[in-house]
């Protein structure tokens, strides 16, 4: 079973897919993460996708698609997708290659997720993400790693990744709302909840 998320930065993916990871034994893949992991070393791609991501704008869709494609001749089957596809291209570039069987879009108001945002802690080493009014140390419970604050994180740079989404990804929404597995869910309730719901959805209770 292949499975991709969609929804406004902030709007529970990175939590969610955590949480389906483990209890469904996803290979997952987050295109932000695998380019946050990219940018912590100093090369010159990883200056290029640094250029991108620090101020929220899309990396290009041919260096995006290369990096899922070595991801995808590792895993065939099992994939859960966080953060990709991220407009039609990558969208239409996705179903030349695997089969969607669950599409979830997680949804959120604009002022959610800026107020998310600004309260969004990320572990440095293994990228699960915190809510730091929350927590009360910056050390990762997962891990160990230190809890800091992405580079993208903050109030300007989330408006613009949010304009982008609504300009870019969410067209996306309407290519796939008509397939069977498409399924939408209020990504203003607890995460508990969402999770519940999602979980409902890929062991077809719903
Ligand atoms: P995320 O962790 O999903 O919020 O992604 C962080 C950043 O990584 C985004 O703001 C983009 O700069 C970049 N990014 C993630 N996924 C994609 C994608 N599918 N296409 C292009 N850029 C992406």
Same mark, same amino acid.
């Given at each position: +079973? ?31 993460? +695998? ?25 290009? %869709?041919? /260096? =995006? ?26 969208? @239409? ?18 002022? =959610? ?11 440095? @080493? ?10 009360? =140390?910056? *050390? ?16 300007? *740079?989330?408006?613009?990744? $949010?304009? %982008? $989404? ?9 290519? $796939?709302?008509?397939?069977?597995? $498409? ?5 203003? +309730? ?11 959805? /890929?062991?077809?209770?719903?």
């Amino acid at each position: +079973m292949n499975i991709i998320l969609i929804g406004p930065p902030a709007s529970g993916k990175g939590t969610q897919a955590e949480k389906l990871k483990v209890k469904f034994n996803f290979n997952y893949l987050s295109t932000g993460q +695998m380019f946050r992991e990219i940018v912590k070393q100093d090369t010159e791609l990883s200056n290029d996708i640094k250029s991108y991501i620090n101020v929220g704008k899309l990396v290009p %869709d041919e /260096l =995006t698609i290369r990096l899922v494609d070595e991801y995808l001749k590792k895993f065939d089957d099992n994939i859960l997708l966080d953060g990709f596809p991220r407009n039609l291209f990558q969208a @239409n570039e996705l179903d030349k290659r695997i089969n969607i069987d669950y599409i979830i879009e997680i949804t959120a108001s604009k002022d =959610t997720i800026v107020k998310r945002i600004v309260d969004r802690g990320v572990c440095k @080493n293994c990228g699960k993400n915190f809510v730091i009014s929350k927590t009360k =140390t910056n *050390i990762c419970d997962a891990c160990g790693g230190e809890i800091i604050k992405r580079a993208d994180d903050t109030v300007e *740079i989330a408006e613009s990744r $949010y304009n %982008d $989404y609504l300009q870019k990804t969410y067209p996306i929404i309407n290519f $796939y709302k008509d397939r069977k597995g $498409y399924h939408k869910i209020d990504g203003e +309730m607890s995460a508990d909840e969402v999770f519940d719901q999602i979980c409902k959805i /890929l062991e077809k209770k719903i």
